[in-house]
T-cell receptor, first 113, second 114 residues
Framework: DAGVIQSPRHEVTEMGQEVTLRCKPI?????LFWYRQTMMRGLELLIY????????DSGMPEDRFSAKMPNASFSTLKIQPSEPRDSAVYFC???????????FGQGTRLTVV | AQSVTQLGSHVSVSEGALVLLRCNYS??????LFWYVQYPNQGLQLLLK??????LVKGINGFEAEFKKSETSFHLTKPSAHMSDAAEYFC????????????FGKGTTLSVSS
């Protein structure tokens, strides 16, 4: 099992640019979660999907953020336009009922300059 | 709404000493509770979880935690710290059904000195 795969691992971009983060969940998992980790705010839930359907996006900070899950094996988190305060580590995680825990990817470290 | 409070952002112990990391939760429904560990530049790894049944749960690397409903607590312990335990530890809570999101505390950094 390859685990949750996120790409890229590191991204440096200029303010105002569009950024797309990608996630491949573990095969067979039907829950997918996007989290953001910063020193100040810790781990924040941004959005999660069940069976490719967004269930709760109340954690998405602004309209600049959007997430999609076009199929069971792929999800994207897009920031457009990016700002320096978006700099953080973004984690994707997946799960499969009846298993209750989430399995995390290695994260994408985003730096917006 | 659910929330988790981890008391102490940084805990330091000596090698061989008891490790105690504190976690209190707030939940409107019987919760599922989790402890995760994060090593530098890595993702989070599950240490242990409580869903139902026995309130004392054992996890990997010698860690255990006890669910105390009356105290709304789920503290993590290990009898004897090892240098390799140095990491950041996160407590999390979710609704009592699979497929719901985990809500995390702000984390506790554990340092272990020789």
């Amino acid at each position: 099992d390859a685990g949750v795969i996120q790409s890229p691992r590191h991204e440096v971009t200029e303010m105002g640019q569009e950024v797309t983060l990608r996630c491949k969940p573990i095969s067979g998992h039907n829950s997918l979660f996007w989290y953001r980790q910063t020193m100040m705010r810790g781990l924040e839930l941004l959005i999660y999907f069940n069976n490719n359907v967004p269930i709760d996006d109340s954690g998405m900070p602004e309209d600049r953020f959007s997430a999609k899950m076009p199929n069971a094996s792929f999800s994207t988190l897009k920031i457009q336009p990016s700002e320096p305060r978006d700099s953080a580590v973004y984690f994707c995680a997946s799960g499969r009922p009846p298993t209750t825990e989430a399995f995390f990817g290695q994260g994408t470290r985003l730096t917006v300059v | 709404a659910q929330s988790v409070t981890q008391l102490g952002s940084h805990v330091s112990v000596s090698e061989g000493a008891l490790v105690l990391l504190r976690c209190n939760y707030s939940s409107s429904v019987p919760p599922y509770l989790f402890w995760y560990v994060q090593y530098p530049n890595q993702g989070l790894q599950l240490l242990l979880k409580y869903t139902t049944g026995a309130t004392l749960v054992k996890g990997i690397n010698g860690f255990e935690a006890e669910f105390k409903k009356s105290e709304t607590s789920f503290h993590l312990t290990k009898p004897s710290a090892h240098m390799s335990d140095a990491a950041e530890y996160f407590c999390a809570v979710s609704d009592n059904q699979a497929g719901t999101a985990l809500i995390f505390g702000k984390g506790t950094t554990l340092s272990v000195s020789s």
